[in-house]
């Protein structure tokens, strides 16, 4: 099994990118694909999760309304759209599956698969 996460990169605040996350070696779509974030000496935080299906979604507080989370089952592939970022979004993202259900309890624990994170620096 094999996720890969990439889009990031340096952007100014405000700024925008996409993440994707494509996956290998499992069947996609009886996974949810969590987003999750890493700021050095700081706890893995939650973002945003994705059901199976596409069909229910949970953003963290703190960047709702300015990420989206979606999929394509087809693609095997899950995004993370990262619209008016600011400098507090800097980190390291991981993309993930498992079974827990998009919801703001979802815990890292509770995701089987881990992609290898991709960075996110946005300049002030």
């Known amino acids: 099994v094999q996720l890969q996460a990439y889009g990031g990169g340096l952007v100014q605040a405000g700024g925008s990118l996409r993440l994707s996350c494509v996956a290998s070696?499992?069947?996609?779509?009886?996974?949810?694909i969590g987003w999750f974030r890493q700021v050095p000496g700081k706890v893995r935080e939650a973002v945003a999760c994705?059901?199976?299906?596409?069909?229910?979604?949970y953003e963290l507080d703190s960047v709702k309304g300015r990420f989206t989370s979606s999929r394509d089952n087809a693609q095997n592939t899950a995004y993370l759209q990262m619209n008016s970022l600011k400098p507090e979004d800097t980190a390291v993202y991981y993309c993930?599956?498992?079974?827990?259900?998009?919801?703001?309890?979802?815990?890292?624990?509770?995701?089987?698969?881990w992609g290898q994170g991709t960075e996110v620096t946005v300049s002030s």
């Open positions: 993930a599956a498992g079974y827990a259900p998009p919801s703001p309890r979802m815990g890292a624990d509770e995701f089987r698969f």
């Open positions: 070696g499992l069947s996609f779509d009886d996974y949810a």
């Open positions: 994705i059901s199976r299906s596409g069909n229910y979604a």
